[in-house]
């Protein structure tokens, strides 16, 4: 069967692919289909044709997978913020253990074995601390809508997620189950506000209207609680009154903030900030050490699997008196602050200019002297000037971005040859490339998921390798 582009197909679905899709075969040929899981028997039409695979849109789930449940969001079906709630959740933790494992055993040649089970969240639902909402003047139709014969106007004060794939379309939210229940209630609030007060929403062609997005953070550890107002325009008399209204109706919110984007960037992070109410910061916790967290900081976003990935990793560094870490891609310094005791000394490497500082100022905050930061690229950091001034690693870790580590870091850290590295990835694929070539050098002995991201797809994981001892 060819599998044309636009023409419609009944398939089976036999398991779970990346990026959650479900993964269907016709005479050999992949085809990838969201929204599935396996076990499922659906008509799909074909909207991507490539030489060694399809992709497909669901159209009908003929005979539902014994593994489906009912999501529990309307918005579940068409919203991007968690496209796997129609599995339950124990099976989101299987099929993603078993994307490590494929990617550990495919891409970087080694026994799957290693991969143990996935370690999954407490909480399935609002989880994440943070949660960033846009505002446009255009809504993404229902699929209802779509298939009207009449024309449907989507001009709207849509506040809500973007759809899949879409910049300027925003998903009206009546729902969310991410963060804490009172998150989406102050959205629904600002929305209503703004309609209620003739408060324009953004409009990403006309580039104008006033309000561009609602950043909401709370706090796992304390009962701090932050509203971010992202604005187009710098208006404070509105903002005030806007304030004001906010903590009439929800007086447990701690700190009020207004970040003014009168830019064409999509970005809730403004040119210029304005603190309308509290002290501009909330604070949170990781283990023992204390964060102040502004508006526009990096935090990670599951503070509670945080802990667990960082005690994780820790125990992998096997880290004893005297030993000289060094942390690549630090960030802000919270796994270097985590990493510190009972190290003589940590050096976290980061090429973010404000990430150093935050970092920094998180070490002070903490009164953490064992622990310094330095910015630098790192494939060219490992200069004899930094290892004499900082003392040669026992240990090394390292957390890359999605796209894993440079080849020329790779190499690097097979010439250096530290007794112990451990890695932390949130892109197994690229993990295993990288794995692969370290293997050379490393004995690769455990690699440990970690969801991050209960109702998706993504999967966090930790590798501890150990030096291979040299051939006599």
Not at 18 to 33: C, I, N, P, T
Not at 55 to 70: D, G, N, T
Not at 412 to 421: A, D, G, N, S, T
């Amino acid at each position: 069967m060819a599998l044309k582009k636009g023409q419609e197909v009944e398939l089976e679905i036999i398991d779970a692919a990346f990026k959650g899709k479900g993964l269907a075969k016709v005479d050999g040929l992949a085809v990838f289909v969201p929204g599935t899981t396996p076990g499922d028997k659906v008509i799909a039409r074909i909207i991507k044709k490539k030489k060694k695979y399809r992709e497909a849109k669901l159209l009908e789930i003929l005979e539902p997978s014994p593994h489906r449940i009912e999501p529990r969001c309307r918005h579940a079906n068409v919203c991007g913020g968690c496209s796997w709630q129609h599995i339950p959740y124990a099976k989101q933790l299987e099929f993603k253990t078993q994307q490590v494992r494929d990617h550990i055993e495919r891409i970087g040649h080694l026994d799957g074995s290693i991969v143990k089970m996935g370690i999954g969240a407490d909480e399935e639902f609002y989880y994440r601390n943070k949660m960033e909402y846009s505002i446009s003047a255009r809504r993404w139709l229902t699929q209802e809508e779509i298939n009207r014969d009449e024309y449907v106007d989507d001009s709207a004060f849509a506040a809500g997620l973007h759809a899949p794939g879409r910049f300027d379309k925003i998903l009206n939210l009546k729902e969310c189950h991410l963060q804490v229940p009172e998150s989406f209630q102050i959205l629904d609030f600002v929305r209503n506000y703004c309609i209620e007060h003739g408060i324009t929403p953004y409009d990403t062609f006309e580039d104008s209207g006033f309000m561009r997005h609602v950043m909401i953070r709370n706090s796992h550890h304390t009962d701090d609680f932050m509203v971010n107002l992202v604005t187009f325009q710098d208006d404070q008399e509105v903002m005030q009154k806007m304030a004001r209204a906010l903590l009439e109706e929800f007086p447990f919110i701690t700190t009020i903030v207004n970040n003014v984007n009168d830019t064409k960037s999509p970005t809730a992070i403004g040119r210029f900030e304005k603190v309308l109410h509290g002290p501009g910061f909330i604070v949170d916790e990781i283990g023992d050490f204390t964060f102040k967290i502004h508006p526009n900081a990096f935090f990670q976003t599951n503070t509670a699997q945080a802990e667990k990935l960082y005690e994780i990793a820790r125990n992998y560094a096997e880290l004893q008196d005297g030993d000289i870490v060094y942390d690549l891609y630090c960030g802000v310094g919270t796994l270097s602050l985590f990493m510190s005791k009972p190290a003589k000394h940590v050096l976290g490497i980061e090429l973010v200019d404000v990430a150093v500082k935050n970092a920094r100022f998180n070490a002070e905050e903490n009164n953490v002297g064992n622990v310094s930061f330095i910015k630098g690229d790192m494939k060219d950091v490992f200069t004899e000037e930094v290892v004499k001034t900082h003392g040669a690693p026992n240990v090394l870790i390292t957390d890359p971005p999605r796209a894993g580590m440079h080849a020329d870091v790779v190499e690097r850290l097979c010439e250096l040859k530290v007794p112990r590295i451990v890695y932390v990835s949130c892109n197994s694929s690229t993990m295993a490339r990288d794995l692969k070539e370290l293997n050379k050098v490393y004995e690769i002995e455990e690699v440990q998921p970690v969801d991050m991201f209960p109702q998706t797809y993504h999967i966090e994981a930790v590798a501890k390798l150990k030096l291979r001892e040299p051939e006599e």
